[in-house]
């Protein structure tokens, strides 16, 4: 049987979301392994990985939004807006350089609809390349201006001034395409200062939560396949999370077809298709400024 489903892992320091997809490949004897959106090798948390047919879902689950916990640190710059690159501005932070309320001002000042330029040191995209290669390179380019969604910014610890620099912790809640290490230098832009995010661990993405990721650790001290699949997320789970609409039967083979749908009174851009047995077909999304959708992937489950 082959395993079928969402696992939730809670992606050790040290490695790469590809790291992670060769070593679950392994233990769970099957090479349909994707994961949703990589972690770099420093951060920690949660990366929700798909396995067997669940692999078709991958796209859908990248684009939901995402929840981290950072430490900003205020006063040195990074070329990487990292801890681990070199410093390429600093100005020290003394004591009484800002209080408690004005951080508070500066992360309700970036909550909400705000622009980001991606860093250079990421895998964004310019003219077929992605913005490392030229930064590796020594070569610069223009990087795209893009508008993110922050849907809450809060700070979670008291501020610590030490040797020159400030240090604290904040929560965020945020969409697709956030770089956390910007927001960071964001939050220092806005305070007067360099900074850089010298800490981040991913506590959610999408509907799925910290608590109930599971570590490399614990999967490869089980024996076999079958015991590790108790932490597999069954693909009917994981369907659920969309919206539903049941089709009757004589619209079965149509939908199975790939049919597109007209007049969907669904408000939702993401929506299962079921027939009368409760059976999930297909995964459909409308279309821009219609009531049309069109098929996005097969679902049925065997």
């Known amino acids: 049987?082959?395993?079928?489903?969402?696992?939730?892992?809670?992606?050790?320091?040290?490695?790469?979301?590809?790291?992670?997809?060769?070593?679950?490949?392994?233990?769970?004897?099957?090479k349909k392994v994707g994961h949703t959106g990589t972690l770099d090798p420093e951060v920690t948390g949660v990366l929700p990985i798909c396995?067997?047919?669940?692999?078709?879902?991958?796209?859908?689950?990248?684009?939901?939004?995402?929840?981290y916990e950072a430490e900003v640190t205020i006063g040195t710059a990074t070329m990487t807006e990292d801890a681990h690159s070199?410093?390429?501005?600093?100005?020290?932070?003394?004591?009484?350089?800002?209080?408690?309320?004005?951080?508070?001002?500066?992360?309700?000042?970036l909550t909400g609809r705000i622009e980001q330029i991606p860093p250079y040191?990421?895998?964004?995209?310019?003219?077929?390349?992605?913005?490392?290669?030229?930064?590796r390179?020594?070569?610069?380019?223009?990087?795209?201006?893009?508008?993110?969604?922050?849907?809450?910014?809060?700070?979670?610890?008291?501020?610590?001034?030490?040797?020159?620099?400030?240090?604290f912790r904040i929560d965020v809640e945020c969409g697709k395409g956030t770089f956390i290490r910007t927001l960071a230098v964001q939050i220092g832009e806005a305070l007067g200062y360099p900074a850089h995010m010298s800490d981040l661990r991913r506590t959610r993405s999408g509907s799925f939560d910290a608590p109930d990721a599971v570590t490399l650790e614990t999967l490869q001290a089980l024996?076999?396949?079958?015991?590790?699949?108790?932490?597999?997320?069954?693909?009917?789970?994981?369907?659920?999370?969309?919206?539903?609409?049941?089709?009757?039967?004589?619209r079965e083979r149509?939908?199975?077809?790939?049919?597109?749908?007209?007049?969907?009174?669904?408000?939702?851009?993401?929506?299962?298709?079921?027939?009368e047995e409760g059976i999930p077909l297909a995964l459909y999304r409308r279309l821009d400024g219609t009531t049309d959708a069109t098929v996005e992937v097969m679902l049925t489950i065997d």
């Open 51 to 67: 396995l067997g047919r669940a692999t078709k879902l991958s796209r859908f689950l990248t684009d939901e939004g995402k929840r």
């Open 223 to 250: 024996e076999t396949v079958e015991e590790r699949m108790r932490y597999l997320i069954p693909l009917e789970d994981v369907i659920k999370r969309w919206p539903a609409m049941t089709i009757p039967a004589n």
């Open 137 to 167: 390179k020594g070569q610069t380019v223009e990087r795209p201006r893009r508008m993110v969604d922050i849907h809450r910014l809060t700070r979670t610890s008291d501020p610590v001034f030490a040797e020159g620099v400030c240090r």
């Open 1 to 30: 049987m082959e395993p079928t489903g969402v696992l939730i892992l809670d992606k050790d320091k040290g490695m790469t979301s590809h790291d992670c997809v060769f070593k679950l490949r392994k233990l769970f004897q099957t």
């Open 86 to 109: 070199e410093v390429v501005d600093s100005r020290p932070v003394e004591a009484d350089a800002f209080t408690t309320e004005q951080i508070d001002r500066a992360l309700q000042g």
């Open 254 to 275: 149509y939908i199975r077809n790939g049919g597109k749908l007209n007049d969907v009174s669904l408000e939702f851009e993401l929506f299962t298709v079921y027939n």
């Open 121 to 135: 040191y990421s895998a964004v995209k310019v003219n077929g390349k992605k913005l490392y290669e030229y930064a």
